[in-house]
């Protein structure tokens, strides 16, 4: 898939499940709408805990959105932010992971958050799953919503060799001056 169709089906996908979010919640939707949005999300949730792409049952709904060219980690990333909006479906998130951390350590006031958002930050790749778990739990605990579109990027870009994610991150929680994450 050319590079400029990536931006394009990511939009279309977080579009997707936040359509999803909205139609649960009976937003200008029919009955039988409302109940596939959420059949659709419990079946999403069911991601959660488990490695990227055991839960076959989610291929059903985020198979439109992968091309069978797509490397397995491309597909994991897919399927990892299917399951976390699954679990915490709050639309209109702004920045990273570190703007929703920091967000969500002013409501908390507690020093267990930034340990937390360290051990994000150095995750493996392989770990990164079980972190952002923990991160979107509190997230959704404490209702700060997630800017899933960011995440999807910023997960597919882990690996990078300069750590532009984690240093991005890094910056947007230890930067924060008490403005809302969403």
């Known amino acids: 898939m050319p590079a400029e169709k990536k931006p394009q089906r990511d939009e279309q996908f ?27 999300l419990a079946t999403l949730k069911r991601g959660l805990g488990r490695p990227p792409g055991t839960a076959l049952e989610m291929y059903r ?16 990333c897919y399927l990892l932010v299917a399951a976390l909006f699954a679990h915490h479906p709050l639309p209109g998130g702004k920045g990273s992971m570190g703007s929703v951390m920091a967000e969500v350590k002013s409501r908390m006031d507690s020093e267990s958050v930034e340990k937390r958002f360290l051990a994000l930050l150095n995750a493996h790749h392989d770990d990164l799953p079980r972190h952002l778990r923990h991160a979107v739990s509190l997230a959704n605990s404490k209702e700060v919503p997630v800017n899933w579109r960011q995440l999807l990027k ?24 008490n403005e809302p994450a969403g």
């Open 14 to 40: 977080v579009g997707w499940l936040e359509r999803l979010a909205r139609a649960r919640e009976g937003a200008e939707m029919t009955q039988g709408e409302e109940s596939r949005a959420r059949a659709a």
């Open 61 to 76: 709904y985020v198979g439109p959105y992968i091309s069978p060219k797509d490397p397995q980690w491309i597909i994991n």
């Open 154 to 177: 910023d997960i597919k870009n882990w690996n990078n060799y300069h750590r532009f994610v984690q240093k991005q991150w890094a910056r947007d929680f230890w930067s924060w001056k």
